[in-house]
C-alpha cells in the first residue's frame, strides 16, 4: 500500500478516502470510494456533480445504511458491484480509563462549525442545575478558544486542547479524563468521537444523528438520546448524579464496540480494494478531467467530524 498526495498511474487498485477525490482515479473501474457523510442533492451524485465517480467505481464503501438509500434516490446503481457497509469505528489506541475523574467532567470533541452546533452545549452548561464548583467542560479539537473564554466567563471551570498542539495521538489519553462525552451536530454519519468515547467507558449523550439511535435503542443507559438543549441538560444532571455507578459500569460500555475498530475498517476496505485487481477488463484507461482542478490531499486521515465529511 502506498499513500500519496495524488493517485498514482501505475498502481493496481485506488482508494479514494475522501469521496470526490475518486475523480482523480485513472481507472474509476478499479477505485474503491468511501463515503462519510449523509449529504445529498444533484450537486453532488448528478451526473455533473462533485461526487459523480461514485456512478462508475468499482466498488464502494458506506460507513451508515443510510447511505445506500441515498444513492439509489439519487439514481446512482449499485447492481454487480461490491459495497462494505459498517462503522468505522475507533482506533484500537482507544482503550478503557482507569480512573475516575474527582470533578464531573464532560467534554466535547470536534471543531466549530454550524452544523456541530456548539452554542448547544454552551448553553446547556450554562443553565446546568449543578453548582459550578462540582464540574468541568473538557473541549478537544480546533476553532474552539472562543467558546472556552464565555464558559470561562461564565464561571465554568474549562480546559481547551487544541488540536494544533494536541494531536490525533494524545486524544485517547484526554478522553479518559472525561465522565461523559456530548454530540450536538444536526448531521453525522458516525461520528467516530461516539465510538471513541465508548471504547474508553464513557457514556454519551447525543442528538439522533449517525449510528447513536442505533445504541440509544439497545443500550439508552450508555447513550443518551437529546433532541434539545433543555433534553441536554437533564441527562447531564442525572449523569452528574450517577457519575460514581457509571465508572463501575465502563467494561460494559466498552463492549459495545468491540466488534467494530477504525484499525479493522481500514484492513477490510483494502481487502475490498485488493479484490478489485480480479475485475474484468481490468485495464488502466485514463480518465479525463478539467484541466482547471487540483489533485487534492488523499492521504489516510482521521476525520474529526465523519458525518458532514469535513
Keep these: 500500500m502506498v499513500v500519496s498526495d495524488a493517485p498514482l498511474p501505475n498502481a493496481d487498485v485506488w482508494v479514494a478516502l475522501r469521496t470526490n477525490e475518486g475523480i482523480y482515479s485513472p481507472y474509476l473501474k478499479r477505485t474503491v470510494i468511501c463515503i462519510h457523510d449523509l449529504f445529498f442533492g444533484p450537486d453532488l451524485y448528478g451526473p455533473g456533480g462533485s461526487r459523480r465517480c461514485v456512478r462508475e467505481a468499482g466498488a464502494l464503501v458506506f460507513s451508515h445504511p443510510e447511505q445506500r438509500q441515498i444513492l439509489i434516490r439519487e439514481g446512482v446503481s449499485l447492481n454487480r458491484r461490491p459495497v462494505l457497509e459498517r462503522p468505522l469505528g475507533a482506533l484500537k489506541t482507544f482503550s478503557l480509563r482507569d480512573k475516575n475523574p474527582q470533578r464531573f467532567s ?29 464540574f468541568e467542560v473538557v473541549f478537544i479539537g480546533e476553532g474552539l478558544s ?3 473564554s464565555v ?6 471551570r ?11 495521538a494524545t486524544y485517547p489519553k484526554l478522553y479518559k479524563r472525561l465522565d461523559c ?4 451536530s444536526s448531521t453525522e454519519a458516525g461520528p467516530l468521537p461516539l465510538f471513541e468515547a465508548l471504547a474508553t467507558g464513557l457514556v454519551v449523550v447525543s442528538t439522533p444523528v449517525g449510528w447513536a439511535p442505533y445504541f440509544a435503542f439497545g443500550f439508552p443507559r450508555y447513550v443518551r438520546l437529546a433532541n434539545s438543549i433543555d433534553e441536554i441538560k437533564l441527562h447531564l444532571t442525572a ?5 460514581d455507578l457509571i465508572y463501575d459500569e465502563r467494561f ?59
Design 106 to 134: 464532560i467534554g466535547w470533541v470536534g471543531r466549530n462549525h454550524p452544523r456541530k452546533r456548539l452554542n448547544w452545549l454552551i448553553e446547556a452548561v450554562k443553565e446546568l442545575s449543578v453548582p459550578a464548583s462540582q
Design 146 to 148: 472562543d467558546a472556552a
Design 151 to 156: 464558559l470561562s466567563a461564565n464561571g465554568i
Design 158 to 168: 474549562c480546559t481547551y486542547f487544541d488540536r494544533s498542539s494536541y494531536g490525533i
Design 181 to 184: 462525552l456530548v454530540i450536538t
Design 239 to 243: 449523569l452528574k448524579a450517577e457519575k
Design 252 to 310: 460494559e460500555i466498552a463492549r459495545l464496540v468491540e466488534e467494530w475498530s477504525l484499525d479493522g475498517w481500514i484492513r477490510a476496505v483494502l481487502e475490498l480494494a485488493g479484490s478489485l485487481t480480479e475485475a474484468p477488463n481490468a485495464s488502466p484507461e485514463p480518465q479525463q478531467h478539467e484541466s482547471s482542478v487540483k489533485a487534492s490531499s488523499a492521504k489516510l486521515k482521521r476525520k474529526s467530524q465523519v458525518n458532514g465529511g469535513v
